[in-house]
């Protein structure tokens, strides 16, 4: 497996001589496996980093389908979807999944925003080639993706049953040992709105990725968010404020900091912390000091802590 970050920022996208090092793209973060179908590309939410993601998709000249798990529908986490050509290309399968809240899923945030006057072109003109998926209670499906089979979205009573049964995996017309899939579960993270955390598993290789942004301090970690995050090769997790910043001004904004992030990664015992969605207003300056905070929490252990920068690639 492979992750490759196209975006790292919160908020807004940003541009100045002392915010180069990180990057300015809002959250786009794009998985490789050996597991996904031979022209499908996989991400995770639609920042604007999602604009040169679909570039380097559509330059690999073999693109069939692009699938984007939404973390949640806050514009710094959808706004690319409407800029990059994908939505435009009638040609190529565009699947949108993402949790529901408020009533509103992915078919009814891309209504909302992609129209007039918000908009120049209206949702019904390009609609045609794009399909949906709410994750009403996310806890509750799982995600099966293979090379040869393709991929199926079913609950998880009905994969736990697969596991206790045979790990025979239907998948459109046949069966697949799901030791030859990519599984990806949910998980609601701490945020103001309906948020999920991803964890995707390639079964082939054992490599787990742990995607876990706009997630804010809290006291303890509930036994299910425990089993979600443990033993992660990568944890990508919300460090978006300093200690002294959050306690001053930011608590209640739904972002954490670098200590707790330290501090929960350790304790579930993953290999790599990434720290990222980082503040807007933060310099490269202040990103590096955000990670000194990050060293100085760090135990006597072998937790290997990075800030994600946007064009980022991580083999696990």
Sequence with gaps: MKVKFYGTRGSVPVSSPDKVLYGGNTTCVRIYSECLPAGLTLAIDAGSGFVPLSWDALAEGNLEEIIILFTHYHYDHTQGLFLAPP???????????????????????????MRPPYFPVHHREVESHITYKDFEFPKTMVIVFHAQGGYRIMTIESYERVLAHDSMLPIGREKFHVSECLIITMHKSRHPEQTVSYRIEEKTTNATFVFLTDHENEDGLPRSFRNHLMGADLLV???????????KFTSGFGHGTPDYCVRVAEDVGVKKLGLTHHDPASTDADIADIMKEAEETRKKSDLEVFACHDYLEIDL
């Design 237 to 247: 997790m919300d460090a978006q404020y300093s200690r002294e910043k959050y306690e």
């Design 87 to 113: 939505i435009f290309m009638k040609h190529l399968k565009l699947k949108l999944c993402g949790p529901v809240d408020q009533g509103i899923g992915p078919k009814q945030m891309l209504h909302e925003l």
